[in-house]
């Protein structure tokens, strides 16, 4: 493991990385196209002579049902993961993905089988939150764990840009079909396509892992056999409370980043301000492209000065850049590309978490552990941050821009509370086996 540590990155580091970000973010395309054509499949999967905000609420509804089933997918294919192999799960999790995504394009509608469609809906949602629930601790732990140690903060950076490029595919895949399709032909049968494409993708995401190799640390665990010998998740629990509430709140910062700023914004661009649905997908994808750029970065920074400063001061960023965006989206819309795009550049603060987590539990249940803090924490915070935003704007337009700034205030005293060496080092110091 000394070597492993010593070394610089190699062909094998990049291929490996490559990999496993590619097939994530084909992964997480499909878990997010559903929010792209929210208003849509809202019209599509509801009574027509319901209130317009309650159609919505009820489509967010589903979507945040994915969220909602994260925890138990993920804390068995962790268990399986902490026992038998990282390299598994990884490769199951992109099957579990794939078909409920297939099946979903191939639904009938309200008006074909009535309260039936929407409810065949969530049960496609509850799936694909299952499988993503093992698919993102997994690439997090499966590519700490084969790189060196000083290069980690710039590969989880780059696998989490590699995840989120997801969003970016989704969104350019959206901006197409809203682009060359008109509007009946989208309610028709346009929707649909996005499913099938992510139904593909998700197959030959499969195939891609096959070329994946088992990770350094967890072979070195199965020869010195040091395995955890009780339930990983009961060891989690009983041993590693604080690694779970740092790795909780963080990623409520990230849900909140991911999904206000990133996944609902173009909706409520179009709803709130009028702005032409083809419009509002194009600065995204332009936002989405900056997100990538922000990962990579906030994941060298992390190599270069540390977790703590980077994230404090990304999240002072976070907090400028997201409050700017929202305000001008109202003020002054012709802004809304650069100001989106600025907006994005900050949300890539996420970039440190995954950083975070993997260095926050011992390698023999980090799976468990990331898995459990991350999907249950995202069930809560990323499930109903959806709806609660969308209620809150009830009172106020700037709900959105609210919710992401106290987020990045509770990331700003993380941030502090990390760069205290006497509290860091309880947190940050289980990278070793």
Not at 119 to 142: H, S
Not at 348 to 376: D, E, K, L, Q, T
Request: aromatic share 12%.
């Amino acid at each position: 493991m000394d070597q492993l540590n010593a070394r610089r990155l190699n062909r094998q580091d990049y291929k490996t990385l490559a990999l496993a970000a590619l097939g994530g973010a084909l992964e997480f395309y499909d878990f997010i196209i559903f929010v792209f054509f929210a208003a849509v499949i809202g019209e599509r999967f509801f009574p027509a002579d319901i209130p317009d905000w309650l159609r919505q609420m009820q489509t967010f509804a589903i979507f945040a049902a994915g969220y909602l089933a994260r925890p138990l997918g993920g804390i068995i294919m962790a268990h399986f993961g902490d026992s038998r192999g990282r390299k598994k799960m990884f490769s199951l999790s992109i099957l579990l993905m794939a078909l409920p995504t297939l099946a979903m394009g191939m639904l009938p509608v309200y008006s074909d089988i009535g309260i039936v469609a929407p409810l065949l809906l969530l049960l496609m949602r509850i799936l694909q939150g299952a499988a993503i629930g093992g698919e993102v601790p997994g690439a997090w732990v499966f590519v700490a764990e084969h790189v060196p140690e000083k290069r980690i903060g710039f590969a989880c950076g780059t696998l989490t840009a590699g995840l989120t490029a997801g969003i970016l595919l989704g969104s350019i895949i959206a901006t197409i079909i809203n682009s060359t399709l008109s509007a009946a032909e989208i309610t028709s049968f346009g929707w649909r396509i996005p499913f099938f494409l992510g139904g593909i993708f998700g197959l030959i995401a499969m195939y891609l892992r096959r070329w994946l190799q088992e990770t350094p640390v967890f072979q070195q665990m199965q020869a010195r056999k040091t395995l955890a010998e009780k339930l990983p998740l009961q060891t989690v629990l009983l041993n590693h409370k604080r690694g779970v509430l740092v790795s909780m709140l963080l990623t409520w910062l990230l849900s909140a980043c991911i999904v206000v700023v990133i996944l609902m914004a173009p909706v409520l661009l179009q709803k709130q301000h009028g702005i032409p649905a083809a419009l509002t997908l194009q600065a995204n994808s332009l936002a989405t492209v900056m997100l990538l750029v922000g990962c990579i970065v906030s994941g060298a920074a992390v190599d270069r000065v540390g977790a703590a400063k980077t994230l404090s001061t990304g999240c002072v960023l976070l907090a400028a850049c997201s409050w700017f965006f929202f305000y001008s989206a109202a003020m002054a819309p012709q802004y809304l590309f650069i100001t989106y795009a600025i907006a994005g550049l900050s949300v890539g603060v996420v970039g440190v978490v995954s950083f975070i987590m993997v260095h926050a539990f011992p390698a023999a249940v980090r799976f468990s552990g990331i898995s459990f803090s991350y999907n249950v924490s995202y069930a809560i915070f990323g499930g109903l941050t959806p709806i609660f935003v969308t209620w809150m704007m009830k009172f106020t337009p700037m709900a959105p821009a609210y919710y992401v700034l106290t987020l990045a205030g509770m990331g700003l005293l993380l941030g502090l509370y990390l760069g205290n060496p006497k509290r860091s080092h309880n947190v940050l110091s289980q990278m070793n086996v």
